[in-house]
Each structure stands twice: as structure tokens, then as C-alpha cells.
Nanobody, 122 residues
Framework: QLQLVESGGGLVQPGGSLRLSCAAS????????ISWFRQAPGKARQQILC????????NYEDSVKGRFTISRDNAKNTAYLQMNSLEPEDTAVYYC???????????????WGQGTQVTVSS
């Protein structure tokens, strides 16, 4: 069983940066893919980026290309989402999720964090 805890959210001005962390407790973290999702008020959950156990990255959201980067440190059981050049449209609750079967659709992820709020506003 894997438990995920996100951190690093907060209020940031447009153009600013944040790094979100997804800390995992449990065994075999390195065998899980990690995806980052976000959900803005009144909008559907959106998958952003996924990183496999071999560090293959899948980008699902064009609007974050060149601005957001996903990474992982298996020694620390932690994945990261580096967010640069933040825009008000990036305001959302950000979630990480893990699954052993590979980068997949949201419904298939077996483990989810509780989410962390990111607000981009001046």
C-alpha cells in the first residue's frame, strides 16, 4: 500500500514559480508511475504530466509545455512538479497519483494524495 502526501502549494504572483512535492510512504515506490493532476473550481480534473519508473515522461496538457517539469527521486520516495511562469489559469488543487500499471487515465490510478492548493494571483 502506498500513501501519498502533496506539499508546496500556496499563493504566487503571475510569472512566479512553485515546486510541488509528492512524498510517498510504503514499499516499492520506484515501481510506480506518478502522475500530476489538477482540478480548478467548476472544471473537470485534468491530467498534466506522468513519469514512469524509468523516468519516461508523458505530457498530457499542452498549456504547461515548457513551463512545468515532472521529476522523481526514488531514494527519497518523492516526486516533484516544478512549475514556472505561472498564470492565473493554473490556479487549481493539484494532486499526485500513483499506479503500478503505467501512465494511464485517472480512473485507473490506485493511490491518490489529498491535494495541495495553488493560487496564482496578483
Amino acid at each position: 500500500q502506498l500513501q501519498l502526501v502533496e506539499s508546496g502549494g500556496g499563493l504566487v504572483q503571475p510569472g512566479g514559480s512553485l515546486r510541488l512535492s509528492c512524498a510517498a510512504s510504503g514499499r516499492h515506490f520506484l515501481y510506480y508511475v506518478i502522475s500530476w493532476f489538477r482540478q480548478a473550481p467548476g472544471k473537470a480534473r485534468q491530467q498534466i504530466l506522468c513519469i514512469s519508473s524509468s523516468n519516461t515522461i508523458t505530457n498530457y496538457e499542452d498549456s504547461v509545455k515548457g513551463r512545468f517539469t515532472i521529476s522523481r527521486d526514488n531514494a527519497k520516495n518523492t516526486a516533484y512538479l516544478q512549475m514556472n511562469s505561472l498564470e492565473p489559469e493554473d490556479t487549481a488543487v493539484y494532486y499526485c497519483a500513483a499506479d503500478r500499471r503505467g501512465c494511464t487515465v485517472a480512473e485507473n490510478y490506485e493511490h491518490w494524495g489529498q491535494g495541495t492548493q495553488v493560487t496564482v494571483s496578483s
